[in-house]
């Protein structure tokens, strides 16, 4: 399994739909460098659990875009294990984040130990699990 993460910050929006516009454009830029990988797939799946109307309208117009064969499945993370794997990678992420500008929170240092714990048993296997352009999609 592989994957990618985005992220932004709100504050710099100061519109919600030049926030809208940085993802989309992030997200069609990360389909556009990929696009033999994906479609190499009979079709596409994209899971998203409904949270934000502005989200659930970028995916569905930004893979229809580039896709003729995309399906999106509103899902209910406790239902799906890959779901909920995706949830920790982003989770990790922000984790990364608030490490690298040392803004890592009393519970994330409880439950991490140290900043060297966080950083090799938990990112640095992250670091593998990045798509990238080389990727093949498993036989």
């Known amino acids: 399994m592989t994957y990618q993460a985005f992220s932004f910050r709100k504050r710099e929006f100061p519109e919600r739909l030049e926030l809208?516009?940085?993802l989309s454009r992030a997200l069609a830029q990360f389909l556009r460098d990929n696009a033999?990988?994906?479609l190499s797939f009979d079709h596409v799946i994209v899971y998203y659990d409904n949270g934000q109307a502005d989200i659930t309208?970028?995916?569905n117009?930004?893979?229809n875009g580039?896709?003729?064969q995309i399906e999106i499945r509103l899902v209910a993370p406790a239902n799906y294990r890959l779901f909920q794997v995706a949830d920790l990678y982003c989770t990790l992420e922000l984790?990364?984040?608030?490490?690298?500008e040392n803004r890592l929170s009393k519970s994330d240092m409880y439950f991490f130990g140290t900043r060297r714990r966080l950083q090799k048993d938990y990112l640095s296997r992250l670091d593998h699990k990045?798509?990238?352009h080389s990727d093949k999609p498993l036989s």
């Open 95 to 100: 984790l990364r984040i608030k490490l690298n």
């Open 36 to 38: 033999a990988y994906f």
């Open 57 to 59: 309208d970028l995916l």
């Open 130 to 132: 990045l798509l990238h």
């Open 66 to 68: 580039f896709f003729f």
């Open 61 to 63: 117009t930004t893979f």
């Open 20 to 22: 809208k516009g940085a």
